[in-house]
C-alpha cells in the first residue's frame, strides 16, 4: 500500500484491513434486538409506567455507582464511602431511596471482588430492586471492552482490546471475542456492556480512545463494530456503541476537559458516522453519548450529550434509531464545563437522552431532574417515552422474567477453558511485527536462551493480571527460555537504565515492553542504552502502536506492537517471539514519522511474517 500524506487521506486508504475483516463466519445464537418488543408486550410495561410515582419514574433514568461488594452487607469503608458521595449506607439503600433504574460496577468501587462475589452482588441487587412496590427489575453495566479498559479481570477471561481485534481484522474473531464476553457478563448478572467502542481512531495523540478502537478506517471500523454488537447481544446481554457522534479525533480526554471536533459535516459523515450506522444497521440495544462540542453539527458548541441537534436530530431523526441512548459519566469534567451539575441531567434528557449515567453528586441530579417534571420544564410524557425504551430493553433481556444467576452458571461460564483457549488464539492472531531488519526473530533457544525482560509495568486495566514484565518473562519462561524480568518503568531514570544496562551483560537478548514512546521519553533512552551494549534488542509496545517511530534509528533488532498489557497479549506477544505462533496482525492505524508527521513510516496494513 502506498504512502499517504495527509490524516484524511490515511484514514481511507485502507483496503488491506477492511479486505481482512470481511473473512470468517462464526454463527454464534441469533440476534434479537432487545429494545424492539410486542404491542401486547408494550402495553404491560405502559401499565408499569402509569404504576410509578413520579419519583420512581425519574430513578428510572439514572445508572449510579456504589461502593462495596454486597448489596446489603458492604465493608465499613465503602459504607463510609457510600455515605460521603450519595448519603447511603448501601446499594440496597440506594435503590430504596432514588429508585434507580441502573447500577454501574467499577474495580475501584471494589465491586468486582472475583466472579462468585460479582454474581452475588447482582442478585442482591436485584433482590432490592424486586422488593420495591413498582417490582422492576435493573439494568447492572459496566465497562468490559477488554484490553486496556476492563472491570472484571481474572479468572474471568480476558481478551484482546479493540485495536488488537483490528490488526487481527477478522469479524469472526471479533465476534467470537464479543460473544465469550458476554457470555462471561451474562453468567455474573452483568446485563448491560458499554462497548464496543464506534470511534475512528484518526488522531495518534488521542488521549482517551486509542487502542480502544479497531482502527483509522471507517469501513474497516465500521464491520468490527457491527461483528461485536452481534457478538455480544447474541449472548444475551445489552450491547452499546460509544461514544456519540465520534471521539476518534481528539487532542483533549473529556475525563478532564471538553474537546472540540472540527471536522465538517461531510467529514462528520464520511469518517464518524459509519460504525454508528452499522451498529444501527446490527439493532444495536444502546448508545452512549460523547462529551465532545462539534460546531459543524451543533453551532451552539454544546457538547454533545446536551444537544439536541446531535441526539434527537441526528442520532434519532436521520440515523433513525429509536433504542436507549445513554450519557457518558456524568462525573467527567467534558460535560461540566458550560453547566452546573444540576442543569446537566435536565439538559441531557431535553436532548433526548435515556439513561443518566453516573452524576458526581446523585442527590443534587435526581432532584433538579424532579423539579423540572414538576415545573414544566421536562413534560412526564418525555420522561415516560425514556423509561418505555428502557422497560423494553429490560424485558428484551429477560429481566421481568428472571433477573437472577447462579454459582452454577458461574462455574460452568466464566473462565472456561475453552473460553481462555480461545482468547489465547485469537490474541496470537493481532501480535504484530512491525520491524526485523536483521532477521532475528523468532528467538531460537539454541541461540539466545538467556532473555532480559525490562521496560514499563503499568497498572493491570482490571487489578487482576501482570505486571507486564513479569508475565512476559513468565511466558519466556515457559517456552524454555530463561528470562529474568527488571521493571524500569515509564518514566526510567538515569540509576534504573544503569541497572537495566548492567543485567544486560551476558544475555543473549533484551526484550523491552514499551509504554507511549515519545521523542523525549527517557524510555527511549533507555532503548538506545541497551542497544549500545551490543545485546539484540527487541521492543514490544503494549499501549499505542507508535512507539516504533520513536524508536527508529536506535539500532532495535526487532519491533513488535501487542495492543495493550493484560496478560492474554503478552502471552501471545511472547509465543510470536519465540516462534511458537506466527506474527498475523497487521497495523489498523498508520504509523507517521516521528521527524515528520505527514509521511508515514508503516502504512495501514503493514505487517511482517516469518
Not at 371 to 395: D, H, M
Not at 417 to 422: L, N
Request: one cysteine or more; proline letters at 6%.
Amino acid at each position: 500500500m502506498p504512502h499517504r500524506t495527509s490524516r484524511r487521506t490515511l484514514l481511507t486508504a485502507t483496503a488491506a484491513v477492511t479486505a481482512a475483516a470481511a473473512t470468517g463466519a462464526l454463527t454464534p445464537p441469533a440476534v434479537a434486538s432487545a429494545h424492539s418488543t410486542n404491542a401486547s408486550t408494550d402495553r404491560r410495561l405502559r401499565q408499569i409506567i402509569a404504576g410509578m410515582s413520579l419519583e420512581e419514574k425519574v430513578g428510572q433514568l439514572f445508572v449510579m455507582r456504589v461502593y462495596g461488594h454486597s448489596a446489603t452487607d458492604p465493608d465499613q469503608a465503602d459504607i463510609d464511602a457510600n455515605l460521603k458521595e450519595i448519603g447511603v449506607r448501601t446499594a440496597a439503600e440506594l435503590i430504596s431511596t432514588y429508585h434507580v433504574g441502573g447500577i454501574i460496577y467499577f474495580t475501584w468501587a471494589r465491586n468486582t471482588r472475583d466472579p462468585h462475589q460479582i454474581a452475588d452482588l447482582s442478585n442482591g441487587l436485584q433482590r432490592a430492586a424486586l422488593a420495591e412496590r413498582h417490582r422492576v427489575p435493573l439494568l447492572v453495566s459496566t465497562d468490559q471492552e477488554h484490553g486496556i479498559v476492563c472491570r472484571v479481570g481474572e479468572p474471568a477471561t480476558l481478551l484482546p482490546g479493540a485495536m488488537a481485534l483490528g490488526a487481527g481484522g477478522s469479524r469472526s474473531d471479533t465476534r467470537r471475542a464479543a460473544w465469550i464476553a458476554g457470555a462471561e457478563l451474562a453468567a455474573l448478572g452483568i446485563n448491560q456492556n458499554y462497548a464496543p467502542d464506534a470511534d475512528v481512531n484518526v488522531n495518534p495523540a488521542n488521549p482517551v480512545i486509542g487502542v480502544r478502537s479497531f482502527g483509522s478506517d471507517p469501513d474497516a471500523v465500521a464491520d468490527l463494530v457491527a461483528a461485536q454488537v452481534k457478538g455480544y447481544q447474541g449472548a444475551g446481554i445489552a450491547s452499546t456503541a460509544k461514544h456519540f457522534p465520534g471521539h476518534g479525533d481528539t487532542n483533549t480526554d473529556s475525563h478532564t476537559g471538553l474537546p472540540v471536533i472540527n471536522h465538517t459535516r461531510a467529514q462528520w459523515e464520511e469518517l464518524d458516522a459509519p460504525p454508528f450506522r452499522a451498529a444501527i444497521r446490527a439493532r444495536i440495544d444502546s448508545i452512549m453519548t460523547a462529551h465532545i462540542v462539534v460546531p459543524a453539527l451543533d453551532p451552539s458548541e454544546d457538547p454533545a450529550t446536551l444537544s439536541r441537534p446531535i441526539l434527537t436530530g441526528i442520532l434519532r431523526e436521520e440515523l433513525g434509531y429509536d433504542g436507549v441512548v445513554v450519557t457518558d459519566s456524568l462525573g467527567m469534567e467534558g460535560v461540566r464545563t458550560k453547566y452546573g451539575d444540576d442543569r446537566v441531567p435536565v439538559l441531557a434528557l431535553l436532548a433526548g437522552v435515556d439513561q443518566l449515567l453516573n452524576p458526581p453528586n446523585l442527590s443534587v441530579a435526581w432532584n433538579a431532574v424532579l423539579e423540572a417534571v414538576r415545573g414544566g420544564e421536562i413534560s412526564e410524557e418525555r420522561i415516560e417515552e425514556s423509561i418505555l425504551r428502557i422497560l423494553r430493553l429490560k424485558s428484551g433481556l429477560g429481566l421481568f422474567r428472571d433477573p437472577f444467576v447462579s454459582h452454577r452458571g458461574v462455574e460452568r461460564t466464566v473462565g472456561s477453558r475453552a473460553h481462555r483457549a480461545a482468547a489465547d488464539r485469537i490474541a496470537e492472531r493481532t501480535t504484530t511485527l512491525l520491524a526485523d531488519p536483521e532477521s532475528l526473530l523468532p528467538l531460537s533457544r539454541r541461540t539466545h536462551r538467556n532473555l532480559l525482560v525490562v521496560g514499563a509495568d503499568p497498572a493491570s486495566p482490571s487489578g487482576t493480571t501482570g505486571p507486564p514484565t513479569g508475565t512476559l518473562a513468565h511466558a519466556f519462561g515457559e517456552l524454555g527460555f530463561i528470562a529474568r524480568a527488571l521493571s524500569t518503568g515509564t518514566a526510567p531514570n538515569r540509576a534504573k537504565i544503569d541497572e537495566a544496562v548492567a543485567a544486560a551483560e551476558g544475555k543473549d537478548a533484551v526484550v523491552v515492553a514499551t509504554y507511549n514512546v515519545t521523542a523525549s521519553s527517557s524510555q527511549r533512552t533507555l532503548v538506545t542504552a541497551l542497544v549500545a551494549t551490543g545485546v539484540p534488542v527487541v521492543t514490544v509496545a503494549i499501549r499505542n502502536p507508535y512507539d516504533v517511530a520513536h524508536l527508529t534509528g536506535t539500532g532495535v533488532a526487532a519491533s513488535l506492537a501487542a495492543y495493550s498489557w493484560t496478560d492474554v497479549e503478552l502471552r501471545a506477544a511472547a509465543r510470536v517471539i519465540a516462534g511458537r505462533a506466527e506474527p498475523e496482525g497487521t497495523l489498523p492505524v498508520p504509523v507517521q514519522r516521528a521527524d515528520d508527521p505527514t509521511q508515514v513510516l508503516y502504512p495501514v496494513g503493514h505487517g511482517l511474517s516469518y
